[in-house]
Structures are given as structure tokens and as C-alpha cells.
Nanobody, 125 residues
Framework: RVRLVESGGGSVQSGGSLTLSCVGS???????MGWFRQVPGKEHEGVAF???????SYADSVKGRFTISQVNAKNTVHLQMYSLKSEDTATYYC????????????????????WGQGTQVTVSS
């Protein structure tokens, strides 16, 4: 079965950087993969996505600060986060789905079938 495992969360001061990684297993094809984040009491917010053709989408709130990349036969995605702000504090989730159309700047969490366990990112001011 499909499994997504995230790593790389942690605490950093405002203006700092972190890189999150997500390794997928249990499948041998390319999927739409990306990252959502969630703070308590709010819905998942789409952050960055890359589809099976390598087309990338970012939320407006992270454009120019976050970079998503895909490696290792496309089953691993990294999210490099720069110039972090306190409002970036959240639990970050890796998500994937076979439907490429879901990989967009307006991605909806309810569309994605596969999820990682989440990793906490805390940015202190």
C-alpha cells in the first residue's frame, strides 16, 4: 500500500530555513505530490505541489520563499523553506494522489488520498 513518510521538521527563528522531505513507497508510478499545512482549529492549507510532469504550483503565501523539488525516481519530494515567518508555524503534511489535476495552487485537502503523518514546524519571532 502507498505510504508517505515525512522528516525534517523542527524549530527555527524567524528568517531561518528548514527543509522537509517526504519519501513515498508502495507504488511504482509517478503521482501528484505536495505539502499541506495545518494549524489547530483551521483547515489544511495547500503549500506547494508538483505533478507527474514536474509542473509546480505554490500558494501565494509562500511564493519566492519555498521551493519544492522531486528526486529519486519521483518518489521523494523536498520542500525547502527560506525566510520563514511566524505565520509559517504549522504541522506540515505530505500528500499524494494519482490525479494530476489536484496539484494546483488551489489544491484541496479533501481531494488527496494519501497522507503522511505530519511534521511540526515552529518559527519563533
Amino acid at each position: 500500500r502507498v505510504r508517505l513518510v515525512e522528516s525534517g521538521g523542527g524549530s527555527v527563528q524567524s528568517g531561518g530555513s528548514l527543509t522537509l522531505s517526504c519519501v513515498g513507497s508502495g507504488y511504482d508510478y509517478t503521482m501528484c505530490m505536495g505539502w499541506f499545512r495545518q494549524v489547530p482549529g483551521k483547515e489544511h492549507e495547500g503549500v506547494a505541489f508538483i505533478d507527474s510532469d514536474g509542473i509546480i504550483s505554490y500558494a501565494d503565501s509562500v511564493k519566492g520563499r519555498f521551493t519544492i523539488s522531486q528526486v529519486n525516481a519521483k518518489n521523494t519530494v523536498h520542500l525547502q523553506m527560506y525566510s520563514l515567518k511566524s505565520e509559517d508555524t504549522a504541522t506540515y503534511y505530505c500528500a499524494a494522489d494519482e490525479v494530476d489535476a489536484y496539484c494546483s495552487g488551489s489544491a484541496s485537502a479533501t481531494d488527496f488520498e494519501y497522507w503522511g503523518q505530519g511534521t511540526q514546524v515552529t518559527v519563533s519571532s
